[in-house]
């Protein structure tokens, strides 16, 4: 038998069953690591291609183009939504509104100044939750939409000064 393999099967004798258990975690740990990093796109056009066709039922002319990254930005701004620009480059999050443990999707429409302009619901489901819903309840959404969206109006105005100034 050559030499590396009695030294390899003598790393797996004395690492034992939880070394080999250790090490079969971590495989499977780093596929779906892999798996999820390489769809990526695929995923945001799924997004894209949903949201587009309910926008459509819904008899709008509006349609996300694309959607906005939010890496590296704080948390409040990732935790809203999915945040996507439309074809006539405003700035929209698509979010669930939660009420009675069913989830129902919106989107909201945000001003250049962060302020929401209007609520979308992308399901029948969702327009029956937003004229039940207290006003309260959907003002704390409408807070945190515009909180949320300042962070990303800030982060892109900022990376469009840094691109017109040429620095990185």
């Known amino acids: 038998m050559p030499k590396f393999l009695e030294k390899i099967k003598n790393f797996f004798l004395t690492m034992g069953d939880g070394g080999i258990l250790a090490m079969l975690c971590a495989g499977i740990i780093l596929t779906g690591v892999l798996l999820w990093a390489l769809t990526g796109q695929p995923r945001n056009n799924a997004v894209i291609d949903a949201v587009n066709k309910c926008l459509t039922e819904r008899g709008e002319v509006r349609r996300v183009s694309s959607l906005v990254s939010t890496f590296g930005l704080s948390g409040k701004a990732t935790q809203m939504g999915t945040w996507c620009t439309l074809s006539s480059g405003e700035l929209s999050v698509i979010f669930p509104l939660i009420s009675g443990g069913v989830f129902s999707p919106c989107m909201g429409i945000v001003n250049n100044d962060g302020t929401l302009a209007n609520i979308i619901p992308l399901s029948r489901n969702a327009e029956i939750v937003i004229q039940r819903m207290q006003t309260d309840m959907l003002q704390i959404h409408i807070k945190r939409i515009e909180k949320s969206a300042v962070i990303i ?13 040429g620095s990185r």
Do not use: C, E, K
């Open 153 to 165: 109006i800030d982060s892109r105005l900022g990376s469009r000064s840094n691109a017109a100034s």
